[in-house]
């Protein structure tokens, strides 16, 4: 299993980044990435913090730890600027928070962060074939998301990416030890988002050359 979108206590998660990880390891993950909840108040704080644990931590518990950041709620004009700023701190996992239909996420985040040098569009809503194929002009990932409430638009994020040609990712968006969900869940979380099992073999594949390409 692979998540590259995690909560610490870096920003609303409940665990600080040697448990989280620890607990993943346990739970069979190959690699994670950690993405708080960011903006131009906390960049700095968070971000050298996780690059100062990744590597250790990830040698130390058997997985690929990456350092990164969710863009949250930045207004959009500033998404570019932000996703900038976080590439120079050294953020190796770049996720924009997507708009979400059960939070008031500004119109107009998805178009700015697909224009902007981020990996994920997590949790993207009612995202239109326009900016799917964005995406997909981009090499920016879409997200099926296991998390309540964001995951109420898995379907129609996975039908537009699929029209697109688009690249998935399935992310847990972890917040809590019980959002580490077994591989089983993830699949069939999936497959109700409409993929086929191929498709969702195809979302594995997507999240495991994204971790490649990082590293490299
Ligand atoms: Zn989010
Ligand atoms: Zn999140």
Redesign the pocket.
Known sequence: MIDL?THTVYSDGELIPAELTRRAAVAGYRAMAITD?GDFSNFDLIIPRLVRVAAELGEAWGLTVLPGI?L?HIPPAMIAAAAREVRALGAKIV?C??E?IVEPVAAGTNRAALEADIDIL??PGLITAAEAALAAERGICLEITTRKG?CLTNGHVARMALAAGTRLVINN?AHAPGDLVSPEMARKVALGAGLTEEQYEQCRRNSEELVKKVLK
Do not use: F, I
Request: glycine fraction near 8%; proline fraction near 0%; aromatic fraction near 0%.
């Open positions: 979108h909840h969710e949250t996720v928070h997507g979400t997590s949790h964001h968006d």
